[in-house]
């Protein structure tokens, strides 16, 4: 296989305007076929992305295309479901976060896709964006020395309501926000192994969440609903006096205690401070791993190099959330569930 053929359910809002694009960008994927229930979208998105085929019906796309992978992109329940039926046909699949409206859906998309040995992989842009990926190589070198501390904030418009269908606006943002941080620090610190989290207003999603690390380090995530605008930061030190900071996935700052080289001026700079303002793959700030992390889907099919997240460490960020909830109600540090 060269490229890999992929049949795209969902041509909504999101996937139009962040996913769909970068086929052009990424030329191990092969846009062979579109797929979304209302017919003017379908249409719309195999015109605007040259896809060969459009379907309102996934049953029939597959039974139609020779396709290698499904991506599925659109409501929680219809990454599950639709996910489960693809690899159980023996597709690979990528699908946005979050994979399930529901802890136990979310462990059956993942036994799934181990059963079946297909590539499953989760849309958390936020590990593939070259300035986290240059931020997680610095952490784990030798000069920065072990993790002692990571702090992920995110602060987004909310929600603050109940989407999905889902009763409660907690679960609804921790699924729809909460769990792009969650799923970061996991990726950069390690497992998440207990959490003691407090909330200011009930009516608006705003927390503050001590966590610990399997490794022991301590964390810190810093979850914001009801900001003005969409703002991250990532910041660490290492046990080597070191200190990093990414800015909005594209600024990267990188410190350490040595001094300047004697020539520059070492009896006036006692830190020495690394930026790097890191490109995406099409220039844009906005569209931060988007791109990357669908090469990395390709490549992870192609290549055999382990896709990540995986619909495993999807599991793990649903656990993490229902433990940072339940430490808000019961006002005390909780261990997240196995
Ligand atoms: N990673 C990110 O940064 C990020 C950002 C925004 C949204 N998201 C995620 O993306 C998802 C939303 O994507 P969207 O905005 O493109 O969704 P959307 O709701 O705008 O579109 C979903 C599309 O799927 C179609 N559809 C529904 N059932 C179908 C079926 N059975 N077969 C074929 N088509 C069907 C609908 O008609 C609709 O057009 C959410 O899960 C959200 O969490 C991720």
């Not at 490794?215 to 003005?228: D, F, H, I, K």
């Not at 290549?303 to 430490?327: H, K």
Request: with cysteine; proline share 4%.
């Amino acid at each position: 296989m060269e490229r890999v053929r992929v049949g795209f359910v969902g041509c909504g809002g999101h996937s139009t305007s962040a996913l769909y694009p970068n086929f052009r960008l990424v030329q191990e994927l092969e846009l062979v076929a579109v797929c979304d229930v209302q017919e003017q979208l379908a249409r719309r998105n195999a015109r605007l992305f040259g896809a060969s085929a459009w379907y309102t019906d996934f049953e029939t796309m597959l039974a139609n295309e020779e396709l290698d992978a499904v991506f599925i992109v659109g409501h929680p329940s219809m990454h599950e479901e639709l996910g489960l039926e693809a690899l159980r046909r023996g597709y690979h699949v990528f699908t946005e976060k979050p994979t399930s409206l529901t802890v136990q859906g979310a462990r059956r998309l993942a036994e799934a896709c181990r059963e079946s040995g297909r590539v499953g992989q989760c849309g958390h842009m936020m590990r593939h964006a070259p300035a986290l990926v240059l931020a997680k190589r610095i952490i784990e070198s030798e000069e920065f020395g072990p993790l002692n501390f990571l702090e992920s904030k995110y602060f987004t418009p909310g929600p603050n309501e109940p989407i999905w269908g889902i009763e409660s606006a907690d679960w609804s943002y921790m699924l729809c926000q909460a769990i792009h941080p969650v799923d970061l620090a996991r990726h950069i610190g390690g497992e998440i192994v207990r959490v003691a989290a407090t909330r200011c207003r009930p009516h608006r999603q705003v927390y503050v969440v001590a966590v610990e690390f399997a490794s022991g380090a301590a964390g810190l995530l810093n979850l914001n609903g009801a900001a003005p605008s969409w703002e991250t930061r990532l910041e660490a030190t290492g046990d080597n006096f070191t200190f990093v900071a990414v800015e909005n996935m594209t600024h990267v700052r990188y410190e350490t205690s040595a001094a300047w080289p004697a020539e520059f001026g070492s009896d006036l700079v006692q830190i020495s401070s690394r930026n790097w303002q890191v490109p995406t793959r099409d220039n844009s700030e906005v569209r931060a791993g988007y791109a990357e992390q669908m090469k990395h889907f390709a490549r992870a099919v192609l290549e055999g190099v382990a896709p990540y997240p995986t619909f495993q460490d999807e599991v793990r960020n649903f656990l993490v959330c229902q433990a940072i909830l339940r430490s808000c109600e019961e006002g005390r540090a909780v261990e997240v569930e196995e």
